[in-house]
């Protein structure tokens, strides 16, 4: 994979606390980092609303592949894409590059199934939410 296969970017810095006692980013940083990726991409465009939205996304399966070893301190560059809508549900597919590399040192997917903020209970893709995954499928 490269990064001419990612609609949506996003600017990412390794923090301090992310580096294990081996030096370099633990695995569960790369979570953190996945869920920055794909939230900051769906408040910008307008389609999750983390306050008071009716609809709220479960993260339901991950996956994460490692290739290169990241550490502190490091610009990364998040990379998301969309590989499959469903009724209720989306899998989102994400990458994290190194700067300016042309492969991710990692690489990764969510599913999220949206549902009733109270009930939690799947519902229908709210439309705003819809166009926006459509923007940034592959």
Not at 64 to 70: E, T
Not at 87 to 92: E, G, H, K, L
Not at 105 to 111: D, I, K, L, T
């Amino acid at each position: 994979m490269t990064r001419t296969l990612y609609k949506h970017f996003l600017p990412l810095q390794t923090r301090w606390a992310d580096n294990d006692v081996y030096g370099h980013v633990n695995n569960v940083a790369y979570y953190g980092y996945f869920d920055t990726i794909v939230n900051e991409y769906l408040i910008a465009s307008g389609a999750l609303d983390i306050h008071k939205g009716a609809v709220i996304g479960l993260v339901v399966e991950t996956g994460c592949k490692y290739f290169a070893p990241l550490e502190f301190p490091q610009k990364l560059e998040g990379a998301l894409r969309v590989a499959k809508i469903g009724n209720s549900s989306v899998r989102y597919e994400l990458a994290i590059f190194k700067a300016g590399e042309e492969k991710p040192a990692a690489e990764g997917h969510f599913v999220h199934v949206y549902v009733d903020s109270k009930t939690r209970r799947p519902v229908s893709l709210p439309d705003a939410l819809r166009a926006a995954l459509e923007r940034i499928r592959m």
